[in-house]
């Protein structure tokens, strides 16, 4: 299994660009979610689903956009790229049931 | 807002010694979880309590959670070079009704060889 994977690795934009961060997972997992990652601000979460069909937002999903149409896949999609935006952007999923968390390896995206 | 408090927010020490951490969040929970994260990769599980758990050990780890001051504590023993990462406790909310965690900022522990 490749468990969590993240595409692109590395990113940057121009203000006002959008993107689509891709996230998907191979273990069969019912939940999915995304996280960014700040300096001294720890993971905060964007948005998050609990099964195909099925999102909501986190703490911080202004500016983001997120569908669920498989189970494997959960992009988020940033619409017009802020600087504020520079972030490292991480993909989580879970089963039903079971609290772990299983991370994928992130994505640093730069908005200058 | 964010559930969890790591403390220290740093923490250094020799190899060998032992690394305590605390972790404060302010409402009930149903279980609380730590990860590890090293530098530049994603966040890996590392241990699981739950609410009606005193304490847990997994290998050099143990865990205590303490309900009625809503506060848990990771002691990594015998640390080694290879400890060095940030460590982050995961709460869930009772209350909420989201099924996934809520991340502390985390303690970043250096373990000098």
């Given at each position: 299994n490749a468990g969590v994977t993240q595409t692109p690795k590395f990113q940057v934009l121009k203000t006002g660009q959008s993107m689509t961060l891709q996230c998907a997972q191979d273990?069969?997992?019912?939940y999915m979610s995304w996280y960014r990652q700040d300096p001294g601000m720890g993971l905060r979460l964007i948005h998050y689903s609990v099964g195909a069909g099925i999102t909501d937002q986190g703490e911080v999903p202004n500016g983001y956009n997120v569908s669920r149409s498989t189970t494997e896949d959960f992009p988020l999609r940033l619409l017009s790229a802020a600087p504020s935006q520079t972030s490292v952007y991480f993909c989580a999923s879970s089963d039903r049931g079971e609290e772990t968390q299983y991370f994928g390896p992130g994505t640093r995206l730069l908005v200058l | 807002s964010q559930q969890g408090e790591e403390d220290p927010q740093a923490l250094s020490i020799q190899e060998g010694e032992n690394a305590t951490m605390n972790c404060s969040y302010k409402t009930s929970i149903n279980n609380l979880q730590w990860y590890r994260q090293n530098s530049g990769r994603g966040l890996v599980h590392l241990i699981l309590i739950r609410s009606n758990e005193r304490e847990k050990h997994s290998g050099r780890l143990r865990v205590t959670l303490d309900t009625s001051k809503k506060s848990s504590s990771l002691l990594i023993t015998?640390?080694?070079?290879?400890?060095t990462a940030s460590y982050f406790c995961a709460t869930d909310d009772v209350s909420g009704g989201s099924y996934i965690p809520t991340f502390g900022r985390g303690t970043s522990l250096i373990v000098h060889p």
């Open positions: 273990m069969n997992h019912e | 015998a640390s080694r070079a290879a400890d």
